[in-house]
DNA sequence: CGATCCAACTTGTATATACAAGTTGGATCA
DNA sequence: TGATCCAACTTGTATATACAAGTTGGATCG
């Protein structure tokens, strides 16, 4: 049984010249080969590779001009704080370390929840995980994740340490997000949140929740994040 | 000459969804025409009207479900606030008004400006505004906005009170939103910001610096947002 | 009556093709 | 030489078609 080529064509592409972007393959400024090479190197249509391209311009790995091809951008970095699609980036190219504080692990839902549940989340139970990143050694910021533990075998024996949560999950799991909401807040931190960000209690921490939507139905990623923004702004592209 | 047939259909079909669906001609929740009811009505085909569909998805207007059909989500408010491609919003469904400090006027760039600019954007100048949006006549957010003054007839003579302006851009003069870059923080308030915003100087206020990209070349919208956080959060989708 | 099944819908993926429109570099012409 | 033009590329838009896969409600069967 090939199950795996259950997966469509233009998604293999994708995740093909996705792969090849990020290990360098394909150099910023540089261009694509053109449609229709794609179409004979890889055997399909043009509507096929289209497709396959489109989303990669959706998640900021390419973008097209008419008459010239398509161009390879900066690909962003994954570490999921702002944006869609895994596109997302932070705090430019610095060094990051990633702590995790708590180990996924299952749990039930916390009783008052920021955000209504579907019915399966509710049943399953979540897994749990908190982790602390850091910019240049210093503490930048903190976050506290909850994902429904909905078919998701052996994920909280997996390693996340520099890991990007978002790759396990597509790559490992075929779950993509596919967008989401979020809440955002500028808050004075707490004792607590003071002391893991080495701030001071009262001084402004940029507070958010969040709520990303999956291409699994009622399949939703639920984060809160405390960030230090007094030497470094998150940077999102969209 | 009908310099206007030059604009797809594809692209047609989403601007009178986007307004069907804006003014409640297609209720939250309920579906669209099928696909295939979508072509024989505007005589096209179904790659063209999936085209427009997957445009509406792209913008959050509607999500679709296979084996059933495009299902309208809740149109999101136009406030361009945080997200993508128009399909912002801010603080729920309450009481909003914009308060234009400085009507668009056309000025030099600032001297030293955050973002870095294109050659046209440098010669042509930029138009500037200021803004300060009341939530239930609270002082909620203030903004302000560099555009760059290139092939945008009459447009500082136009109304923005209580419009959408990048529905006038998009509609008026056919720049659409494709994406950008952010930077966010959290900062103390100063006095004038503290004045505007009717808070404390040193309370916390989310401090947010745009630059949006457009579908025309080097043609950026630039943003500086200060947000009062105090008893509201920004919400948006993505 | 109630469960099962299936036909008729829906969207998803893919092929094959055609022409329009923007870009570029080399051939041509003055 | 230097400017112009154009052919050959690129992506953008659109048609026509086919089958796969998910959803639903009604006919059928026990």
Redesign the pocket.
């Known amino acids: 049984m090939s199950e795996g080529n259950?997966i469509?064509?233009?998604?293999k592409l994708y995740e093909t010249l996705r792969r090849h972007i990020l290990s360098g393959v394909y150099e910023e400024g540089s261009?694509?080969?053109?449609?229709?090479?794609l179409c004979t190197v890889h055997?399909?249509?043009?509507?096929?590779v289209?497709?396959a391209?489109e989303a990669l311009v959706q998640d900021g790995f390419i973008y097209?001009?008419?008459?010239?091809?398509?161009i390879v951008q900066k690909p962003p970095q994954d570490i999921g704080i702002l944006s869609i699609s895994g596109t997302s980036s932070a705090i430019g190219k610095q060094y990051l370390q990633t702590q995790i504080l708590q180990k996924p692990t299952i749990k039930a839902w916390p009783k008052p929840f920021s955000f209504e549940l579907s019915e399966a989340e509710e049943d399953f139970g979540c897994i749990y995980m908190e982790r602390l990143r850091f910019v240049n050694e210093f503490p930048v910021f903190y976050d506290i994740n909850h994902i429904p533990n909905i078919n998701l075998p052996r994920f909280t024996s997996r390693t996340f340490e520099n890991k990007s949560l978002f790759d396990i999950l597509r790559t490992g799991y075929q779950v993509e997000i596919k967008g989401g909401e979020q809440k955002l807040k500028a808050i004075k931190a707490d004792d607590k949140i003071g002391e893991l960000l080495k701030i001071k209690k009262g001084d402004p921490v940029l507070y958010m929740e969040r709520k990303l939507s999956t291409n699994r139905?009622g399949f939703h990623i639920y984060s809160t994040i405390y960030f230090n923004s007094e030497k470094h702004a998150i940077f999102g592209n969209f």
């Open positions: 259950r469509p064509q233009y998604k261009l694509l080969p053109s449609e229709n090479e055997n399909m249509t043009r509507p096929t289209r497709h391209l097209k001009k008419q008459g010239k091809g398509s139905e």
